[in-house]
């Protein structure tokens, strides 16, 4: 019997030896953070303007839309500054963004950046040829994609139909202007320059 307790003494002092050593290695294999005063900044935001640089009043499409849809939204702007080997560039610099209910990208562009901005007349994205779904379907919802999610993602997917929904009711109760949550739309660009090859990649959601 003493034995056995003596046994199980030097288990658990073992143990706990071990445990102190790893703890220790852990600790050691933690990076060092740098204190405010060594960190160095690579930029510095700064505030150009107390009004946004898109508005409504920028083109009469976009007061057509805001108004159709029953609330103004600027969704997803992204900004590039036009690479040399752009050739008949408009300006400097092409800001992409889209209404999140709207039938296109948008385009606006300027010189400055703090300067004054223009919209491109054209639709640079149709939804008709963005490859997206144009007409909504019987089953467009949230609970149809159920199916490819874990139980945890189909709860959220679901939650976040029904604030949808809801938001959308209350939309088109105040207002009376408020298209479905199904309603196949072209929002949220994202823009990106490839130096290497010399081109520029857009993707849409």
Same mark, same amino acid.
């Given at each position: ?71 103004? %939204? ?13 050739? %008949? ?44 779904? $144009?007409?909504?379907?019987? %089953? ?53 320059? %490839?130096? $290497? ?9």
């Amino acid at each position: 019997m003493k034995l056995l307790r003596k046994l199980v003494f030097i288990f658990f002092v073992i143990v706990l030896l071990a445990s102190a050593i790893l703890l220790f290695y852990v600790q050691s294999l933690k990076p060092e953070l740098a204190s405010p005063s060594e960190t160095t900044l690579l930029f510095q935001a700064e505030r150009m303007s107390d009004q946004p640089i898109i508005h409504v009043d920028l083109h009469p499409r976009l007061k057509q839309e805001a108004e159709k849809e029953g609330y103004i %939204n600027i969704n997803g702007p992204n900004l590039i500054r036009v690479p040399d080997w752009v050739e %008949n560039s408009l300006e400097k610099y092409y800001l992409y963004f889209a209404h999140h209910k709207g039938s296109y990208i948008k385009m606006a562009y300027t010189d400055s950046l703090g300067g004054d901005w223009k919209m491109y007349d054209e639709e640079i994205l149709p939804l008709e040829r963005s490859g997206l779904v $144009t007409v909504a379907g019987k %089953n467009s919802n949230l609970n149809t994609l159920r199916k490819y999610n874990s139980c945890s993602e189909s709860i959220a997917l679901i939650e976040i139909g029904k604030a949808t929904q809801k938001s959308f009711e209350k939309g088109k109760k105040e207002s009376g202007k408020s298209s479905a949550p199904t309603t196949p739309h072209l929002a949220s660009p994202e823009v990106v320059i %490839n130096k $290497t090859d010399s081109f520029i990649l857009s993707w849409r959601g």
